[in-house]
């Protein structure tokens, strides 16, 4: 949620937002909410002043009230019922508005509606090295200077069939379209990868978590995803669950890791907080139908390694550790040697409303002659602690929202990018060297 006091003070930075295409401006009208919220406060100061005037004439009665007093407060009393019905009426429109109205985006966010207009910041391949500055441009400039691949790249789903370590077919079979089966080695390889970053990640002082992956709409409100992402949120039939509770399958462990410290106040020593998790995902992948229909690359289900951090309300810090992330997704993929692009999200592609400022790290395929999407990591200032009322003291015991940073580590699009580039004129599949001891194998091929 945003700052309210900082909304009404600065309403022209808010219509900025909205207008640079950032949320929905048919749900977001700045001028009407201000209006609501001078409403609102003028109906609380009344009810309040009222309500303090019947106090003052209740105490002031000893014995049996006369009718002079009788009728006074019947009369406030009159005026109190209707003012406490407009008010809950303004209150829906107000905090209505207010669930619609997407994060202020960092000054170094790209101007820009749509992913043409992204920017790259970097880019790096094996025996290459980061491009230089003028190999970089919009969406995928630099993939014109990516290597070429040693062999004439055949699709992920045809190697992964031929070799039997994914079978689509049988996950349709089970499931339905944009459900699939990771076999044999095609596990390990996805499970070496995990392990990989993992090992890395507890290295550098992140929590492992395991989270609830089925969760309350009150943590993923917390989180930002909703309003505006329900229509790829799975929402389970609540007649058979507990209390009969409207529960969600997660589409990241995101909203799961940041509500374990909803309604806390950390203290500044906690501070940072560093934790992740691996969790199977969820995504209804609605408005995709027909995209990417083959392979494993827009799916229902799939696993992801989580990062997310606490810090205090330092927006240099925010930025620092915002790059300390990309370097942890960066370190894997150097790891793995699969060249990659960083790209600096536009602010009509910053994605779900807390993200104030959005890099995305795609892998080049050059079968495809594109990159894809494998991680992405965003600031989200104080927009989630608002909301999931995450606080902490500072050294001089002043009670501050922190701010939160989100990260995905990785996912089964990974697996994708290794068999692109590591496949041989054979059919087989090299084993990146990072993975050799968890497969067990140098090479995959056919039995």
Known sequence: MVDIENLRKNPELYKKVISSGRGDSSKVDIDAWLKLDQERRTLIQESEEQK?????INKSITGKPDEATINKVHAIKDQIRPREARLQEVNLKWQEILNWMPN???????????????????????????LQQD????????GQFMPAADVTPKPHWEIGKELDIIDIEAGARISGSRFY????EGALLIWAVFNLLMKKLVREGFDPMIVPILIKEKALYGSGHFPGDEDQVYKLDSKNIEDENALYLLGSSEPSNFGYFMDQTLSSDELPVKVMAQTPCF?????????????IKRTHQFDKLEMNMIIEADLDKAKEMHEYLLSLNEWLLQELKLPYHVINMCIGDLGYFAAAKKYDVEVWLPSENSFIEIMSDSITTDFQSRRLNIKYKDKDGNSKYAYT????????RI???IIEHYQNEDGSITVPEALVEFV???IIKKN
């Open 52 to 56: 303090a005037e019947l106090n003052r």
């Open 104 to 130: 202020l985006f960092l000054d170094e966010v790209p101007e820009g509606k749509g992913s043409e207009d992204n920017v790259e910041i970097k880019a790096w391949a094996p025996g290459m090295g980061y």
């Open 135 to 142: 190999q970089l441009g919009k969406e995928n400039y630099s």
């Open 181 to 184: 089966y990771i076999k044999k």
């Open 283 to 295: 995504r209804s992948e609605v408005g995709s139908w027909g995209k990417d229909v083959r392979g």
């Open 405 to 412: 940073l989100n990260d995905t580590g990785v996912t089964h």
């Open 415 to 417: 697996l994708i990018a």
């Open 440 to 442: 067990g194998k140098d």
